[in-house]
Structures are given as structure tokens and as C-alpha cells.
């Protein structure tokens, strides 16, 4: 059974805007924090935003913040990386996780299959 299935990834130009949408089984949604990490070409994968259940708290690596912003609707297992003023450094392959534990994924987490991000400038 897929627990996590990422949409949304493209190709756009610098300063453009995307956003991101996955969608999670119920077993790794509910009542628990999820995430988005991303790996660029040759480096390793690194945390870029998570957000609790309730959707009240919210955080974000430094290189992201106050361009990206992620979201939740709990009635339909969801989870959103709204990505604004796109940078050709933000260029990678996009991931959902979650359960989330601080930034990283519970041992027992799920991962999605990831979604392709390309900025060009």
C-alpha cells in the first residue's frame, strides 16, 4: 500500500511560484507532523518544512523561509509546500515524509516517491 504520493513539481523560471501537494494514507497522516525534505544533484537530502497536526506550528530551513510556506487539510490527508520567488538553487527532487520527529523522519516514517523541482534562471 503507498503511504505517501507526491503532485505538483515542474519546470519554471526564477521567481516564478509552484506548490506542492501530498497526499497520505490515513496510517501516516493522522495526528502526526508531516514534512518536506529535498535533494539537489550530488548532495545529500536535507529538510525543508515541517508542520504539526493542528497545523499551528510550522518551521522551516533557513534557506526557504519566508519563501516557501506549508500547509495542511486534515479532512483530505494533505500536505502543501507553497514555494514563492523560486530560486535556481531550489532545484531538486521534492519529498513528503512523515511522521516527523523534530526535523527528520520517525524510524517507522514513510516516504513518498518524491516530485522534481527544476528553477532555471
Known amino acids: 500500500q503507498v503511504q505517501v504520493v507526491e503532485f505538483g513539481g515542474g519546470l519554471v523560471q526564477a521567481g516564478d511560484s509552484l506548490r506542492l501537494s501530498c497526499v497520505a494514507s490515513d496510517r501516516t497522516f493522522n495526528r502526526n507532523a508531516m514534512g518536506w525534505f529535498r535533494q539537489a544533484p550530488g548532495k545529500e537530502r536535507e529538510f525543508v518544512a515541517a508542520i504539526t497536526w493542528a497545523g499551528s506550528s510550522t518551521y522551516y530551513a533557513d534557506s526557504v523561509k519566508d519563501r516557501f510556506t506549508i500547509s495542511r487539510d486534515n479532512a483530505k490527508n494533505t500536505v502543501y509546500l507553497q514555494m514563492n520567488s523560486l530560486k535556481p538553487e531550489d532545484t531538486a527532487v521534492y519529498y513528503c515524509?512523515?511522521?516527523?520527529?523534530?526535523?527528520?523522519?520517525?524510524?517507522?516514517?514513510?516516504w513518498g516517491q518524491g516530485t522534481q523541482v527544476t528553477v532555471s534562471s
Open positions: 515524509a512523515g511522521p516527523i520527529i523534530g526535523r527528520s523522519v520517525a524510524d517507522f516514517g514513510s
